[in-house]
């Protein structure tokens, strides 16, 4: 394992016992609401301490992005941290086990390494740059599915802001119609992880934060998979706009999106 990608796993281990222990009491903890169904706790805040502390103590001089503190560092950083401490703090604060830590390391604008944990099931995804990616120190894939009346889609729905709800819904009605499901789960790096291992298909998902996706593109990447915007282009970590899959269910998803992208 890189070293940096290990300082990762260590990082993402120790934000995850705080949210494990955490879990056991989720009516005590202090939550804020950051904005409209978007929320933040106490955990998230101790989690991200942790992760930041763990690969500062490490890396010293790098930067990093996180979604709680914000950018540190970022200036004349050669390599930079992109960290979400719990995505899908929504479903950890209502008791439902699907969150995940995810850890990012850029180098020079192109993501390198990547973690995705899943306390819960004890899931450890890990990306390197040209090594492939693994699930438990086991190589993953994508599906190898191709037919869309086949595949089962993840997505994510416009939560935090709905202006774009009607396209979104064109969007759900058409995929729904030409596939065999959709799931929403709430952890947009799992998705991705999903994606990765062919668990699911394929993946959508509108405004997103970098934080959210930058490790499980990797991930998706390393396995075979494709990640584009909506428009099949690179500019899915600057807009949030991202479609992810094997190449040709990627295609015949962003196929069925386009009449909805403007």
């Known amino acids: 394992m890189h070293p940096m990608l290990n300082v990762a796993v260590k990082a993402a281990r120790r934000a995850a016992g705080i949210i494990q222990r955490a879990s056991h009491n989720v009516d005590t903890i202090r939550v804020e609401k950051k904005q409209n169904n978007d929320f933040v706790s106490e955990v998230d805040h101790a989690a991200e301490e942790a992760i930041i502390s763990t690969i500062l103590d490490a890396y010293p001089k790098h ?6 503190s914000g950018a540190k560092g970022l200036g004349n950083a050669e390599f930079e941290w992109i960290i979400d401490p719990l995505d899908g703090t929504t479903n950890f604060l209502h008791g ?38 693994f699930l438990n120190d086991r190589r993953i894939r994508v599906s190898k599915r191709i037919a869309m009346n086949e595949c089962v889609i993840a ?60 490790a499980g593109s990797l991930i998706v990447q390393e396995a075979g998979g494709i990640v584009t915007d909506l428009k099949g282009e690179d500019g899915w970590l600057e807009s949030g706009d991202i479609v992810a899959g094997s190449p040709k269910v990627l295609a015949q998803l962003l196929h069925t999106l386009a009449p909805h992208v403007g």
């Open 96 to 133: 439902h086990p699907q969150y995940s830590v995810s850890i990012a390391l850029m180098h020079k604008g192109q993501i390198q390494q990547a973690v995705v944990y899943d306390p819960n099931r004890n899931d450890l995804f890990t990306a390197s740059r040209g090594v492939g990616a």
């Open 63 to 68: 930067g990093i992005l996180a979604e709680e």
């Open 155 to 214: 997505t994510g729905f416009p939560v935090t802001d709905q202006s774009y709800i009607d396209q979104y819904l064109g969007m759900l009605k058409d995929v729904l119609g030409k596939t065999a499901g959709v799931r929403r789960e709430g952890s947009a790096a799992l998705d991705l992880c999903n994606v990765a291992c062919g668990r699911v298909d394929g993946f959508w998902e509108l405004n997103l934060k970098p934080w959210d996706i930058a």
